[in-house]
């Protein structure tokens, strides 16, 4: 089982940034997806969820407006679109995939945010 994100990097304020996370390993379509960030002495924190056949998505209030949750099933990834990003959105960015009682973790990326 992998999952593999991608996309993370260092961004100007207000800047965007499109994150993706390759699954393999397993039957992708049957599990939500999730994305979490974890900040520097900070903990994990969710940033927002996708139903398996993309018909809910869910995010954190700090959240909304500003990111956004896709995914695509025949190419086993999801996305995480983020604009206008603060520099409080500096973390490391990771996805997460559950059903049930199964879940996995992605190794995370690195998101920074500073002029």
């Known amino acids: 089982v992998q999952l593999v994100e991608s996309g993370g990097g260092l961004v100007q304020p207000g800047g965007s940034l499109r994150l993706s996370c390759a699954a393999s390993g397993f039957t992708f379509s049957r599990y939500v997806m999730s994305w979490y960030r974890q900040a520097p002495g900070k903990g994990r924190e969710l940033v927002g969820t996708?139903?398996?056949?993309?018909?809910?998505?869910d995010y954190a209030d700090s959240m909304k407006g500003r990111f956004t949750i896709s995914r695509d099933n025949d190419k086993n990834t999801v996305y995480l679109q983020m604009n206008s990003l603060k520099p409080e959105d500096t973390a490391v960015y990771y996805c997460?995939?559950?059903?049930?009682?199964?879940?996995?973790w992605g190794q995370g990326t690195q998101v920074t945010v500073s002029s």
């Open positions: 996708i139903t398996s056949t993309s018909s809910s998505t």
């Open positions: 997460y995939a559950n059903r049930g009682l199964l879940d996995y």
